[in-house]
């Protein structure tokens, strides 16, 4: 398998619940992203690991709670989210956490109801 | 503040017509530019860059893109358009310096819709 691999595609949440996101890289890069995709919004990137540390938070609700146990892969664990947390989130990598291009995920649809 | 613009929220051409989206952006440094393109339920995937060096760039699928220093814009064009480059297309600026070091910038888009 190549490329960023997002699972799941679709998720469906109560706001009581508590789910993760996943996301893994076989690109060989060291740098990982969470971007949030909302109806007529502006992708809002979220979250920024670099060598597996995380090197911005751009100001998330603490209902968002990134992981980067490794170079490939990243995890975004949810808690007690809000519907107006409904989006696509895109998982995306980059080499050495410069502006090269960005790698995404097909992303993971996400409801909350 | 940084921003990107598209002014474009909605395009709709003709099958073998020609295209051009427009991409603005309001930063003092020198940007790194990029357009990518979504398809519906995908996620993104890069049309083209430009870093430095020819200001008119070659991408996939026949795209091309030109960066206009004086104009701060860097536009995507298409001599013919195909049916399958219906999609959502977004231009995104980056920087290799400072508190934005890694950070991409994204416009909010432009939706091409293509008439057969």
């Known amino acids: 398998e190549t490329g960023v691999t997002q699972t799941p595609r679709h998720l469906v949440m109560g706001m009581t619940n508590k789910k993760s996101l996943k996301c893994e890289q076989h690109l060989g890069h060291n740098a990982m992203y969470w971007y949030k995709q909302s109806a007529k919004k502006p992708l809002e990137l979220m979250f920024v690991y670099s060598l597996e540390e995380r090197v911005e938070n751009n100001s998330v609700p603490s209902r968002f709670s990134p992981e980067c146990p490794n170079s490939s892969h990243l995890f975004l664990h949810l808690h007690t989210l809000q519907p107006e947390d409904s989006a696509l989130y895109l998982c995306?990598?980059?080499?050495?956490?410069?502006?090269?291009?960005?790698?995404f995920g097909q992303g993971t649809r996400l409801t909350v109801v | 503040a940084q921003s990107v613009t598209q002014p474009d929220i909605h395009i709709t051409v003709s099958e073998g017509a020609s295209l051009e989206l427009r991409c603005n952006y309001s930063y003092g440094a020198t940007p790194y530019l990029f357009w990518y393109v979504q398809s519906p339920g995908q996620g993104l995937q890069l049309l083209l860059k430009?870093?430095?060096?020819?200001?008119l760039v070659q991408g996939i699928k026949g795209f091309e893109a030109e960066f206009k220093r004086s104009q701060s814009s860097f536009n995507l064009r298409k001599p013919s358009v195909h049916w399958s480059d219906a999609a959502e297309y977004f231009c995104?600026?980056?920087?290799?310096?400072?508190?934005?070091?890694?950070?991409?910038?994204f416009g909010r888009g432009t939706q091409l819709t293509v008439w057969p």
């Open positions: 995104a600026v980056g920087f290799d310096r400072g508190s934005t070091l890694g950070r991409l910038y």
């Open positions: 995306a990598s980059s080499q050495d956490h410069r502006p090269t291009e960005a790698f």
């Open positions: 430009y870093f430095s060096g020819d200001t």
